[in-house]
T-cell receptor, first 116, second 117 residues
């Protein structure tokens, strides 16, 4: 069964450093998303991406964040200068061709980011 | 704006018994989807079940069923014959239909279910 994969599973970084979180969505999906979950809290939407551009973003997704689809398979989230409060689990998700409200998003296993 | 409310931070259920996890939602969209996800202690998010706003029948997937009451804006998850492996965090979520069709999923705060042997 096709699945979303994410690497690394755990990333530790120093405050102020740049990190890139990587995701490989399901191959025939066209809509891609990043979410984050601070430990013990609910999952929060960050950004959605379609047709090589951001289609929607939350107030969390400020200038420190960027997303890119550098090739036909990878989808990345970059945090330019990490802060302590960026420590969280980051989930990538993808959904199928229509992207409408009646299509579930399939989540990857997550990358746990720890900022020291 | 969309909002999901899960009022049960934690629930216990005896193995083999049924349990209902509550979820209410608020949206101004006419077309929306409701989802339940399971998050085990390992952290991954596992899709369980989906209910469309225009679906007249309640969704079922194996031991999971969604008790959809549109007028009350509730979408409760019912797990029948609970198993020890059902112990996890459960999130109710929804997607609306905004312009462009690229909708975010809004999550509730979750309910931690513990199945007792």
């Amino acid at each position: 069964e096709p699945e979303v994969t994410q690497t690394p599973s755990h990333q530790v970084t120093q405050m102020g450093q740049e990190v890139i979180l990587r995701c490989v969505p399901i191959s025939n999906h066209l809509y891609f998303y990043w979410y984050r979950q601070i430990l013990g809290q609910k999952v929060e939407f960050l950004v959605s991406f379609y047709n090589n551009e951001i289609s929607e973003k939350s107030e969390i997704f400020d200038d420190q964040f960027s997303v890119e689809r550098p090739d036909g398979s990878n989808f990345t989230l970059k945090i330019r200068s990490t802060k302590l409060e960026d420590s969280a689990m980051y989930f990538c998700a993808s959904s199928g061709a229509s992207g409408g409200p009646h299509n579930e998003q399939f989540f990857g296993p997550g990358t746990r980011l720890t900022v020291l | 704006a969309q909002k999901i409310t899960q009022t049960q931070p934690g629930m216990f259920v005896q193995e083999k018994e049924a349990v209902t996890l509550d979820c209410t939602y608020d949206t101004s969209d006419q077309s929306y989807g409701l989802f339940w996800y399971k998050q085990p202690s390992s952290g991954e998010m596992i899709f369980l079940i989906y209910q469309g706003s225009y679906d007249e029948q309640n969704a079922t997937e194996g031991r999971y069923s969604l008790n959809f009451q549109k007028a009350r804006k509730s979408a409760n998850l019912v797990i029948s014959a609970s198993q020890l492996g059902d112990s996890a965090m459960y999130f109710c979520a929804m997607r609306g239909a905004t312009a462009g069709g690229y909708q975010k999923v809004t999550f509730g705060t979750g309910t931690k279910l513990q199945v007792i042997p």
